[in-house]
């Protein structure tokens, strides 16, 4: 069975500081996806990034950037210089071949001014 | 073009009544999913409709009733639902040129808050 696993519940955070998002994912299949979607208040789920199991490179763009790592099964989010408008609820996703996705339980992230 | 649109945005509805959820895109991709949110929590998927073909029901109560008109169109038709049917409902869409593929990234419309009381 496939498991993601978001341990941060709720994280608050000054703007301007820089905040890391952890996400553990299991699987015993070699080929598979994730992703990471933004839920701001207003409810709909924005899609940010999604990496496949074979390419471990990292990703960045603007001010978000993933480390993907297959060694550890993370696949981890950074903001850099947060702002006001990044707080939502960020969830990590994996997916297999088969279809289905599972999500994590979500990380509340507050960003205050 | 990434939008799914929803509609309602607000529904609030006694138990006896029926109503429907409908879900549109127009980006060409054959495969649509209903997902339920409840508060604080994950999206739990509900359907998915594959080329207008229903492929997974999730042990869905009989009183969602789905249904997919054409390629763009999705409904969720509602009936005698309970007060902890009470959630937001989420459409998605994905390019679905093959439903295994994981690939496929899925685009969630802005979702419908439902209110049964």
């Known amino acids: 069975a496939q498991k993601v696993t978001q341990a941060q519940t709720e994280i608050s955070v000054v703007e301007k500081e820089d905040v890391t998002l952890d996400c553990v994912y299991e699987?015993?299949?070699?080929?598979?996806?994730l992703f990471w979607y933004k839920q701001p208040p207003s409810g709909e789920l924005v899609f940010l990034i999604r990496?496949?199991?074979?390419?471990?490179q990292n990703e960045i763009s603007g001010r978000y950037s993933w480390n993907f790592q297959k060694s550890t099964s993370s696949f981890n989010f950074t903001i850099t210089a947060s702002q006001v408008v990044d707080s939502a609820v960020y969830f990590c996703?994996?997916?297999?071949?088969?279809?289905?996705?599972?999500f994590g339980d979500g990380t509340t992230l507050t960003v205050k001014p | 073009d990434t939008e799914v649109t929803q509609t309602p945005k607000h529904l609030v509805m006694g138990m006896t009544n029926k109503k429907s959820l409908k879900c549109e895109q127009h980006m060409g991709h054959r495969a649509m999913y209903w997902y339920k949110q409840k508060a604080k929590k994950p999206p739990e998927l509900m359907f998915v409709?594959?080329?207008?073909?229903?492929?997974i029901n999730e042990s869905v109560p009989s009183r969602f009733s789905p249904e997919c008109p054409n390629s763009s169109l999705l409904n969720l038709h509602l009936h005698a639902l309970q007060p902890e049917d009470s959630a937001l409902y989420l459409c998605?869409?994905?390019?679905?040129?093959?439903?295994?593929?994981?690939?496929?990234?899925?685009?969630f419309g802005p979702g419908t808050r439902l209110t049964v009381l």
């Open positions: 409709y594959s080329y207008e073909k229903l492929s």
């Open positions: 998605a869409s994905s390019q679905g040129a093959r439903l295994a593929g994981g690939t496929d990234t899925q685009y």
């Open positions: 699987t015993r299949d070699t080929t598979y996806y």
């Open positions: 990496r496949n199991s074979f390419d471990e």
């Open positions: 996703a994996l997916r297999l071949n088969a279809g289905k996705s599972t």
